[in-house]
């Protein structure tokens, strides 16, 4: 699957990308919510298995009037737990560590950052959890999906499309990483999936990559490391990564990683 073959709706906030594959549909979703959130739609049989929820009220009621009408089965809640007013009715699983880190992790933090800073555009209400999600297989709608557990939350392998969903990507903007130690696990993750040979990746601030964007990924992670490894302090880090990187997007991303690497 070439991840620029697609059509193309619009919403009345963003606009929906989606994938046919034969039995099964994804409907990818880029919000334009000022994170550049994305949400994925699994279609099988006229039913919908979300992953990951909108979490600013304008792409929340755009995406529940598109699904309005339409069978869900479930929402996988795994790295954005705020938004609550999105399918408020609908099944909602995570797993035991992802409930965690949004009530009381670094998620939470999160939540909290963005609502002092967008203020009533940002649903920061909860979504509760009704379904315990482990390490493993679950049948959701009649999707079969593979529960990657993760330092923070999980990750979702969906086998039918040949597809992994992950927190970040972004083979041509900064993510967080939480030093160097982080960056190796990414690596060794990314790694993973190329030889798994995913026909795509999955982020839920990235529209679908492929496994060259996972390559170019690894190649930055290293890099990052290496301008880490010869800078005194976060300033000087951020100007040398710049300058290697002029045209990458993310740069609140970059202030994060500069905090983690020179606390």
Do not use: W
Not at 35 to 53: C, M, N
């Amino acid at each position: 699957m070439n991840k620029k073959d697609f059509t193309t709706v619009g919403l009345a906030q963003g606009e929906m990308h989606i994938y046919d594959f034969g039995g099964v549909k994804l409907h990818a979703y880029q919000t334009g919510d000022p994170l550049a959130d994305e949400v994925f739609l699994v279609e099988k049989a006229g039913k919908f298995v979300v992953i990951e929820s909108p979490c600013f009220t304008a792409s929340v009621t755009a995406l529940n009037e598109y699904l309005a009408g339409r069978e869900v089965a479930g929402v996988l809640v795994a790295y954005h737990g705020a938004g609550a007013a999105f399918l408020p009715e609908a099944p909602k699983y995570a797993t035991a560590n992802a409930v965690e880190y949004t009530r009381q992790g670094g998620g939470k933090a999160l939540i909290d950052q963005f609502t002092a800073a967008f203020g009533s555009a940002f649903d920061s209400s909860i979504h509760s959890i009704t379904h315990t999600l482990t390490e493993g297989e679950t049948v959701i709608g009649g999707i079969r999906f593979v529960i990657h557990q993760t330092a923070e939350a999980f990750d979702v392998e969906i086998p039918e499309i040949n597809a992994v969903y992950t927190h970040m990507l972004g083979h041509d903007c900064h993510s967080i990483v939480a030093g160097a130690g982080h960056a190796d696990a990414m690596i060794a993750q990314l790694r993973g999936y190329i030889q798994a040979g995913y026909d795509l990746i999955l982020t839920s601030h990235y529209t679908p990559e492929d496994l060259k964007d996972a390559e170019t990924k690894i190649r930055y992670l290293e890099e990052l490391k290496a301008i880490a490894a010869s800078c005194a302090d976060g300033t000087s880090f951020k100007a040398a990564v710049r300058e290697r990187y002029p045209a990458y997007g993310g740069e609140n991303y970059l202030d994060m990683t500069a905090g983690f690497f020179f606390p």
